[in-house]
């Protein structure tokens, strides 16, 4: 199935992530383990919870082979002895590639469940965010969704194409496509422009 490949490339792409995560914050090899679990199914887990569904992990092993072959690759790449330039980088683009891939699979058990515009949206932000805002809470950093550019925005776009494309009958492999790598160019360069959404700031006010 077409989900199937973006459900995959999600999972690589967050537990990269989130290995990156725990190279950055000097984690030891459990606690870099839990970041990356946590960044690859975390949304996935809450996406289910709110729909009374049993997370798809705790009766299918292949996320959790997917995972394990992806933090064993990035060690062997040795990408904990990179330098940080490069590993922000490699953060940025694996993140990414996470945010768009999942934003696609959660609208997707949304239009599966026939949930309206505004249900679809949602399942699609939760899973894509979900496990990176519990990595970034459980390291004390400030979730991406909350402060950094069209993070969570981009997967409000994505999933609102998904169900335009859904409702005119127009979801194929080539459009789901168009929308992933759509969606990700959009990211790429929301982050390299450093575009960002108006910040609401406390003016001060003359005595």
């Excluded at 996470?98 to 026939?114: I, K, N, Q, Y």
Aim: glycine share 10%.
């Amino acid at each position: 199935m077409q989900m199937d490949w973006f459900a995959v490339a999600g999972t690589v792409a967050f537990t990269f992530s989130g290995y990156l995560v725990g190279v950055r914050k000097h984690l030891d090899v459990l606690g870099v383990v839990i970041v990356s679990l946590l960044s690859a199914i975390g949304g996935g887990i809450i996406r289910d919870a709110l729909v009374s569904r049993m997370p798809l992990v705790f009766h299918d092993t292949e996320p959790l082979i997917v995972i394990t072959a992806t933090l064993i690759v990035a060690w062997a790449m040795r990408l904990h002895q990179r330098e940080s330039g490069l590993i922000t980088r490699l953060f940025i683009v694996a993140d990414s590639i996470g945010l768009v891939a999942f934003s696609l699979t959660g609208a997707m058990v949304g239009l599966s469940l026939g949930l309206n515009a505004f249900g679809v949206v949602m399942l699609s932000f939760v899973t894509a965010v979900g496990g990176g805002m519990v990595r970034d809470m459980l390291i004390n950093e400030i979730p991406f969704i909350l402060n950094q550019d069209f993070y969570g925005t981009v997967a409000i776009l994505v999933a609102g194409g998904l169900y335009l494309l859904d409702h005119f009958g127009a979801v194929t492999a080539l459009s789901l496509q168009a929308l992933f790598w759509g969606g990700l160019a959009i990211r790429l360069l929301a982050h390299w422009k450093e575009l960002a959404l108006p910040k609401i700031v406390k003016t001060a006010h003359p005595e």
